[in-house]
């Protein structure tokens, strides 16, 4: 638990160096990509497993939306099975906590060999996956102990949401009042994270009325998605109960047959979503 405290100064080390709140820029100094480079990508493909994995669908949907790029997010292990498109105007990024998940690296390794441009986002700085990378974003949040990923996550989110506004800046898509506008949200943020941090209370007793359910599932739209599938990975891997992460509209497809008094369901929609 002491790392899930831990989240605000996670998310203010990924700030760190990289948002200026007095001027309202961002600037990523670790991004090696020439400005010809950038301005030519035509895809990105973010690469990982498990949580990171959901990270990579959040950073996808965040570069599509703010830089205007195709994104997609790959399972690392799958990646180089069938012979993906990649190639310089592709920008690959992988993101690994430890930076020596061997699935993740033997796609990095691929995606070399093919000449994609290649970022890691990750805690371990030194590890092999930052030997193959062009450019490595660490997300300074402290090694975690725990199993489940808390504060490397919502950091490496928090990186990925700077790479995004760094992409699009480039690219000449966002201008500056808008990149102003998000670095004031980034402000807010780790505050924000502490107030929820207050909830433990009514957390607990939800905890204990889900402790009783044998099966769960978690819905999510867009965004949301990603932390629906990890609200359940984390379920299973922590309180070991079965969970499914889905999305909303998916329901009506075969889930919904699964419903009755013995699955709980938890929704994530936040309410500006």
Do not use: W
């Not at 433990?200 to 402790?211: D, F, P, R």
């Amino acid at each position: 638990s002491k790392e899930i405290a831990d989240q605000p100064d996670a998310v203010q080390a990924a700030l760190r160096g990289r948002a200026d709140f007095a001027k309202g820029t961002l600037s990523l100094p670790e991004i090696t990509l020439t400005h010809d480079q950038i301005t030519s990508l035509d895809r990105v493909v973010l690469t990982g497993m498990g949580t990171s994995l959901h990270t990579a669908m959040f950073g996808a949907n965040v570069i599509e939306s703010l830089a205007r790029i195709p994104s997609v997010a790959e399972n690392s292990s799958e990646l180089r099975y069938r012979n993906p498109v990649l190639g310089p105007s592709t920008l690959m990024i992988a993101m690994t906590q430890s930076g020596e998940t061997a699935d993740t690296l033997a796609a990095m390794e691929h995606g070399r060999q093919a000449g994609s441009p290649q970022g890691v986002v990750l805690e371990m700085e030194g590890s092999q996956a930052t030997r193959i990378a062009d450019f490595t974003l660490p997300v300074r949040a402290g090694q975690e102990i725990c199993v489940a990923s808390t504060k490397t996550m919502i950091a490496s989110m928090t990186t990925l949401l700077e790479l995004a506004v760094f992409l699009a800046e480039a690219r000449g898509v966002i201008d500056e009042n808008r990149v102003k506008q998000i670095v004031g949200q980034l402000a807010e943020l780790p505050s924000l994270i502490a107030t929820v941090l207050e909830l433990n209370g009514q957390i607990t007793e939800l905890a204990k009325h889900l402790s009783a359910y044998n099966d769960l599932l978690y819905l999510g739209r867009g965004a949301q998605l990603p932390i629906a599938l990890e609200g359940a990975l984390k379920m299973k891997e922590i309180a070991y109960i079965h969970a499914e992460g889905n999305p909303a509209g998916e329901m009506k497809h075969g889930m919904n047959a699964l419903l009755g008094p013995d699955m709980a369901t938890v929704v994530c929609a936040p309410m500006n979503d």
